[in-house]
Structure formats: C-alpha cells, structure tokens
C-alpha cells in the first residue's frame, strides 16, 4: 500500500544543542508508528522545487503529534532550514512511519543495549521514552558517544531516575573534569561489560554516523554478540 504525504504544521522548536533541535508537528490523520521508526520530511519551495529527507522519531504514539530531531547539515538544503528557519506554525509535508526492522516493542522482556553516536541518539530517545511510558522491566542499557558534554541530546530525560535504564556517556574529544575516561572513540573495552549483562536473546540497538556504525558493529561481534541480534540504522 502506497503511504500518502500528509501536511505537518509545525508546534514548537526545542533546542537540544547549539545547532541541534527538536521538531514538534501536528500531522491530522496521523496512523500512529512503532518507536524506532522514521518519517520523510518534504519540503517545496516557491517555483516546485521540491527536497525529501529522513528524520527518525522522538516520541512514541501521542494522538497526530509527532517529535523529530534535526542536526543541521552545513551546507544542507533541507535540515538548517528545518532546525532553524520553518516558522512555527508553517506546514511542511512527511511520510510515513516507514521501518519495520529498527523498532523495540513493549512487549519484549529481555535486556537491551542501546548504542547511539551523536544524533543517532533520537530514535534510541523513542525507545526510552516508551519503555518509561509502559513501565517496563526490561533492563535498557545505553553507551551514547558524543564529541564533548556540549553535544548531548535530551540532558534532562537521561539525566531522570530511572532504574531500569543505565545510562553511560562516551566523550570522543572532550570530556568534563573529573572524568575517568580519556576522550577517544569507541573501544572493545567500553562494551565487554555492557554486552556481558545481555541475555543469548537481548537485541542490540546501533544508530548514528555510518562510521560509528560499522565500527560497533564489529566490536559487538568480536565481543561475542550474535550479529543475528544486531540491529543498525546509519546516516551520512
């Protein structure tokens, strides 16, 4: 079945950081998605021009409300517009959900881990803000790299009680005083602990830049995770 285009009237802008924002939408006749899955967002400008992008959702179901989040791409046709310059209340037009394979469902029980690089982040954001909503018991694990403390998404959901999800913070470049582990990129050391709290069936949750992506990806593996368990969306 074909999924139609539906207008989105924009709510509200949040920042998250410096460039990064959260997109509130409006989309009447929204049908509802699963967390983990993303949308296209289209743009038209005044002589037809038309731009397609995709951006993962935030939140899990809300009525037609739907969050997207938007790293701003120098140079970029579509997300620095969208991040910074759709005036609230102006519509643009998304599609979707689309994506049926990077989803968690409520009803699943095993331990999960959850691995974000950068904005990949959003839709692991979903999958956290729906596993509070249901109060699941589902152990969450997440490693999320960023550059420094000024790239974090979503400071104040992460930063809740919650004993169900354990949050650890990876800095690549620069990391706050005090922290133990010097700045650097994903390491097999930073995920045998983690994968060792798994069970033979927990699924493993990798977005972000393809780079990250690939790169823990294969760590999991040398780590002893099934890569039939590792599920992975990238961009760039």
Excluded at 79 to 105: C, K, M, Q
Excluded at 141 to 165: A, I
Aim: aromatic share 8%.
């Amino acid at each position: 079945m074909r999924i139609p285009w539906r207008s989105a009237r924009l709510l509200k802008r949040e920042k998250q950081t410096a460039t990064a924002r959260s997109l509130v939408f409006d989309v009447p006749g929204w049908p509802g998605h699963m967390v983990g899955q993303h949308v296209d967002v289209r743009l038209t400008a005044e002589d037809g021009y038309q731009a397609v992008r995709s951006y993962s959702l935030a939140t899990p179901v809300d009525g037609n409300r739907i969050e997207l989040g938007v790293q701003p791409v120098p140079g970029g046709e579509v997300s620095p517009y969208l991040a910074h310059d759709l005036p609230v209340g102006a519509s643009a037009e998304v599609r979707g959900p689309l994506g049926n394979w990077f989803i968690w469902r409520p009803e699943q029980t095993e331990p999960v881990l959850l691995l974000a690089g950068g904005s990949g982040v959003v839709p692991l954001m979903a999958m956290i803000r729906a596993h509070r909503q249901v109060a699941s018991a589902s152990p969450f694990h997440l490693l999320y790299s960023v550059r420094g403390p000024q790239d974090l998404w979503y400071q104040n959901d992460l930063e809740g009680q919650d004993s169900t999800l354990d949050v650890r913070l990876l800095y690549t470049r620069q990391a706050p005083s005090g922290t133990v582990r010097a700045p650097s990129r994903l390491k097999a050391a930073d995920l045998g602990p983690m994968v060792g709290r798994l069970a033979s069936d927990s699924t493993v949750y990798v977005c972000g830049p393809t780079g990250f992506v690939e790169s823990a990806s294969d760590l999991l593996i040398n780590a002893g995770q099934d890569p039939a368990t590792i599920r992975t969306e990238r961009f760039g």
